[in-house]
């Protein structure tokens, strides 16, 4: 059973964190997709918050996705069945090989993810907020991060110059996310997830309650 959401009075301090992130593959699953695993090509935003919790996973801490910056095209590739290497999917360096796990056939991936991605933290406790910014600043962290899915390890640096790839291209550049975000789209390289707070997890809540499906 899981915990009761905190109420949102229990989350006083707040600080917005810069970071980029890239890997060799990400999978943002379509929840429409009814056999193999399609990627959606903006990240969603459980995505995002979950990269981070693998750097430091606390219940009493919860990053809230704001924007993220596209450094490279959000290139597709499929990954058919008879890859079952997990180093070929990226998991070299999140989990040692394993022959039984397999990526479903013709799965498809981001290939070369590459993101600047803007968070507010907020956190019961500021000292929690600073074991977060320090484990970003020394490349630490409790369990492998990664990009959607667990095959698909990523790493985490301190933003850089880097420019933005203003001009990628997506077959589907408006994406909706949810009930709490609403549609997002992608402008010039950039997509803004709506801030929202965390009064709206109690909302969540209660549409998991009745059955409704959101993608957060």
């Given amino acids: 059973m899981s915990k009761p959401i905190p109420h949102p009075r229990m989350f006083p301090h707040r600080e917005r964190f810069v970071i980029e992130v890239a890997g060799d593959f990400a999978m943002f699953c379509q929840t429409s997709a009814a056999l193999?695993?399609?990627?959606?090509q903006i990240p969603t935003p459980s995505a995002l918050r979950g990269m981070l919790k693998g750097?430091?996973?606390s219940n009493a801490l919860f990053p809230i996705p704001l924007r993220?910056?596209?450094?490279?095209?959000?290139r597709t590739v499929s990954v058919p069945q008879t890859m079952i290497r997990n180093s070929v999917i990226g998991y070299s360096r999140a989990i040692?090989?394993?022959?039984?796990?397999?990526?479903?056939?013709?799965?498809?991936?981001?290939?070369k993810p590459a993101y600047r991605i803007t968070?507010?933290?907020?956190?019961m406790e500021a000292k929690k907020i600073r074991t977060l910014r320090r484990r970003l600043e020394t490349g630490a962290s409790e369990n492998p991060p990664y990009l959607g899915t667990r095959e698909c390890g990523v790493d985490i640096t301190l933003p850089t110059d880097r420019p933005i790839q203003d001009d990628v291209y997506l077959i589907?550049?408006?994406?909706?996310?949810?009930?709490?975000?609403?549609?997002v789209e992608v402008r010039k390289g950039?997509?803004?997830?709506?801030?929202w707070t965390i009064e709206a997890l109690f909302t969540l809540r209660d549409q998991?309650?009745?059955g409704h499906h959101a993608v957060l």
């Fill in 68 to 74: 993220v910056e596209f450094l490279s095209p959000p």
């Fill in 55 to 57: 750097v430091y996973h």
């Fill in 36 to 40: 193999n695993r399609v990627t959606y």
């Fill in 190 to 195: 950039v997509v803004e997830y709506p801030e």
């Fill in 119 to 123: 968070y507010e933290v907020r956190a």
């Fill in 172 to 183: 589907e550049p408006k994406m909706f996310v949810g009930n709490v975000y609403g549609m």
């Fill in 208 to 210: 998991r309650m009745e």
């Fill in 96 to 111: 040692p090989a394993d022959k039984t796990q397999r990526a479903p056939q013709g799965a498809l991936y981001i290939q």
